[in-house]
Structures are given as C-alpha cells and as structure tokens.
C-alpha cells in the first residue's frame, strides 16, 4: 500500500535576520496552503484527501519558526472553526516530495 507524498519545504522569513527553515510533512503542506491561498486563508477542509484534524497543532509548529499566522474564527451550527491567515513574508526555495511506502 502507497501513502500520498509529503512535502519538505526549505522557506526563508524575509526581514531583517533572512532565517532559513525547513518545514516537512503537514507542516510543509500547510505552509504551502497558506502562501497559495494568501489573504483568502486556511481551513482544515483545504487539505487533499480530507479535513487536517490536527491544523491547529501544525499552525503551532509553524508559529514556533517565526511564522506569524493569525487565527479568525468562523461561526458555525456547532460552534466554530479556525480561517488561519499567513502574515510573515515567506520565500520558499525549495520543495521536495517525499513517497513513504508502508513496510508491510
């Protein structure tokens, strides 16, 4: 059994210090949601193959780089959900997909 490739991204904050990162996994294909989807924003249904259940914990990771991604919250029947907007100025230089098979 094949599971999807995950995205390694190699990103720079650009601003006074240019400290390159490395995002990898749902963090890096969060990232990449959220430089595509710019103003517009991220939800957990922006993800291929279904909901990221876990966006809260990547956005997170992402945070604890130096990203500043701010949270808007979205009412719905049941309550509510997160809209995550990427502010800090990113410039990706690399990205690499990585295909992990299933040992078994």
């Known amino acids: 059994m094949r ?3 995950l995205p390694i991204v190699n990103f720079r904050l650009d601003g006074p210090d240019q400290a390159q990162h490395s995002a990898s ?3 890096g294909e969060t990232l990449q949601l959220l ?3 710019g103003e517009a924003g991220v939800t957990a249904f922006a993800f291929r193959g279904g909901p990221a ?4 914990a990547y956005i997170k990771n992402l945070r604890d780089m ?5 949270t808007l ?3 719905h029947d049941c309550g509510w959900h ?5 502010h800090s100025t990113v410039t990706v230089l690399s990205v690499m997909e990585v295909r992990r098979d299933d040992a078994a």
């Open 35 to 37: 430089v595509k989807h």
């Open 66 to 70: 130096g990203l500043e991604i701010e």
């Open 82 to 86: 997160g809209r995550y907007v990427l």
């Open 53 to 56: 259940f876990r966006l809260s």
């Open 3 to 5: 599971k999807r490739a």
């Open 25 to 27: 996994g749902r963090e």
């Open 73 to 75: 919250r979205e009412p």
